[in-house]
């Protein structure tokens, strides 16, 4: 079983819909999690971490963590055409260590 | 600051060549980090280093990679002899002690090992 498990995708949304991502972990003692983006190319930049369980809101995007069920979503509202790239869920096991496993990403399309 | 520097951005080489990966982190920036990302394994920490001591290096994949940090403001991974299956894009990534929520990647060296 790997660590970070996400959907595979490609996930296509239009323009204006919510788009929503899953990721699930293996280890039921990990304290932090990270949502990255990664445009086609680029490097992976942090955009939303969730330490406690519930949700937590910045701008279009909401991270929901659920830790009974080993689960963390991203929901991205009013999607936009810049919102097409690949989204990385990350997992921190254990606080003050900082080993990320990463999941392998889904794909994100946000049609015009 | 100008963020991760990382060097080359692209390196071409033939199996059994040497490769030297060149980071600068952000200055201040405790912790450095050496990934590697490919399409069948995703991201992948290599190696890190806490104020310039590495601290866990389990994800090395074998002994012809190794990395150095002698100083604050660099970092070198080196792989010799390079295999084609090491053909990859490797990130360098910074962070204060603070904590992961401000981990910064640099844009990667895309190697190919032909």
């Known amino acids: 079983q790997k660590e970070v498990e996400q959907n595979s995708g490609p996930l296509s949304v239009p323009e204006g819909a919510i788009a929503s991502l899953n990721c699930t972990y293996s280890d039921r003692g990990s304290q932090s999690f990270f949502w990255y983006r990664q445009y086609s190319g680029k490097s992976p930049e942090l955009i939303m971490f969730?330490?406690?369980?519930g949700d937590k809101e910045d701008g279009r995007f909401t991270a929901q963590l659920n830790k009974a069920s080993q689960y963390v979503s991203l929901l991205i509202r009013d999607s936009q055409p810049s919102d097409s790239a690949t989204y990385l869920c990350a997992v921190n096991k254990v606080t003050n260590d900082y080993k990320l496993s990463f999941g392998a990403g889904t794909t994100v399309t946000v049609r015009a | 600051d100008a963020g991760v520097i990382q060097s080359p951005r692209h390196e071409v080489t033939e199996m059994g060549q040497e490769v030297t990966l060149r980071c600068k982190p952000i200055?201040?920036?405790?912790?450095l980090f050496w990934y590697r990302q490919t399409m069948m394994r995703g991201l992948e920490l290599l190696i890190y280093f806490n104020n310039n001591v590495p601290i866990d290096d389990s994800g090395m994949p074998e002994d012809r990679f190794s990395a150095k940090m002698p100083n604050a403001s660099f970092s070198t991974l080196k792989i010799q002899p390079s295999e084609p299956r090491d053909s990859a894009v490797y990130f360098c990534?910074?962070?204060?002690?603070?904590?992961?929520?401000?981990?910064?990647f640099g844009s990667g060296t895309q190697l190919s090992v032909l």
């Open positions: 969730i330490y406690s369980n």
């Open positions: 200055s201040g920036h405790d912790y």
């Open positions: 990534a910074s962070s204060p002690q603070e904590g992961m929520e401000k981990l910064f």
